[in-house]
Every structure is written in structure tokens, then in C-alpha cells.
């Protein structure tokens, strides 16, 4: 069984991180917006996937969107929330065909990713692969804008994490014969670690 103690305390870091990245936004204008992490954050990209993971179908989306748009919500994810605060367009999905606008940003989340490689592999985009795909829109942006308009763009802009919790879900919940064997210290500091670095590569792009 899972210990709640383990899986609130992660529930309260997802949830501090995304009020704290909405507060820093509101009422001030931002440039673009780069979104990373799970179903907390994904607005369609499993949608584009061979995957069980998705939520493409109603009653998903029918409160504001009135169909389903590939978001775990009957409507609007934290997200869309922040885009409106900091006067951005809703930003769309990164494996979007009709996703040909990298200037507002792009939001890469994909259900049931973790920070960990391992976690729900063949089935969700991981972070290590999120951050690819940013790393791919950057030389996107190098060669539309030119490097220092890049440069520009990158540092102004905001980022959004929310990835973890499908780590230390499948932590909690797979048998222990199916992982290696982690001490619940050592797992926590493993997806830490992902996730720190991950924020460096991000912070070493501009």
C-alpha cells in the first residue's frame, strides 16, 4: 500500500511549484511560455501517440471546450490558466500537425511521463525526450529569428514544470520484483536529480 505521507508531500510540490510559476506571471506580460511535464500539463500530445494514455473523449474538455481536446480536465489545465495571466494564446501541443508557431512557446507535457526514463517508457514522452524536442525547437527559432533574437526570446520567456508524480506512483505501486531495488530516499533523489537537471539545460540554452 502506498504511504500517503510519501505521495501528499509529492501532490503539495506540484501543486507549490505551479501556484509559485502563476504568481510570478500575473499581471505582467511574457513573451513565450515552455511547458514540460505530465497529465497535470498535457493539452494533446498523447493525442498524436500510439498510447492507452490519453483523454480524448467526453466528458474530457465539455465544461470549456465542449469536446475533448486531449487534457485531463473538463476543461482548462493550470497552463492555459498562466497563459492568460502572463497575455499569451493558449499554447498548443508540441506534436501537433498544425503547430507551425514556436514564438509563444510550446508546450511538450505528455501524459503519464516522468522524470524518470523508466517510468510508462514506450507509452508517454519522458522528460529526457521533452527536452529534446525543446532543444529541436530552439534550432528552429536560431534559424526563423536568427541566434541573439533566440537568445532573447528564451531568457524572457516562462517555464513550467510538473513531472513527478507518475514516478512515485509507479514507485508505489509495482511490485518490488519489477525494479530495481531503491530505498524510497534514493527513488526521491533520482527523480530530483532529473528534474534539476533538466532545469540546467534549460537555463544553459540562452
Known amino acids: 500500500m502506498a504511504d500517503l505521507r510519501f505521495t501528499n508531500f509529492s501532490f503539495f510540490l506540484v501543486l507549490f511549484a505551479s501556484l509559485l510559476v502563476a504568481a510570478s506571471c500575473r499581471g505582467h506580460s511574457r513573451n513565450a511560455l515552455f511547458i514540460f511535464g505530465g497529465s497535470w500539463n498535457d493539452v494533446g500530445n498523447n493525442n498524436y501517440m500510439e498510447t492507452a494514455i490519453k483523454a480524448n473523449f467526453l466528458p474530457y474538455g465539455e465544461t470549456f471546450f465542449k469536446n475533448a481536446t486531449g487534457r485531463a480536465s473538463n476543461g482548462r489545465l493550470v497552463p492555459d490558466f498562466i497563459a492568460g495571466f502572463a497575455k499569451l494564446p493558449l499554447i498548443p501541443p508540441y506534436l501537433s500537425p498544425d503547430n507551425n508557431e514556436f514564438t509563444n512557446g510550446l508546450n511538450y507535457a505528455s501524459a503519464g511521463a516522468g522524470a524518470l526514463t523508466e517510468t510508462n517508457v514506450g507509452m508517454t514522452i519522458g522528460l529526457k525526450t521533452q527536452l529534446s524536442f525543446f532543444k529541436f525547437t530552439k ?61 540546467q539545460v534549460i537555463n544553459m540554452s540562452w
Open 139 to 199: 534550432k528552429h527559432l536560431d534559424v526563423k529569428l536568427g541566434e541573439a533574437k533566440t537568445k532573447t526570446l528564451l531568457s524572457r520567456a516562462l517555464y513550467m514544470f510538473s513531472i513527478g508524480s507518475s514516478d512515485y506512483i509507479t514507485f508505489a505501486t509495482h511490485k518490488k520484483t519489477e525494479l530495481p531495488s531503491y530505498a524510497r530516499e534514493e527513488y526521491v533523489k533520482m527523480v530530483i536529480g532529473n528534474l534539476t537537471d533538466a532545469i
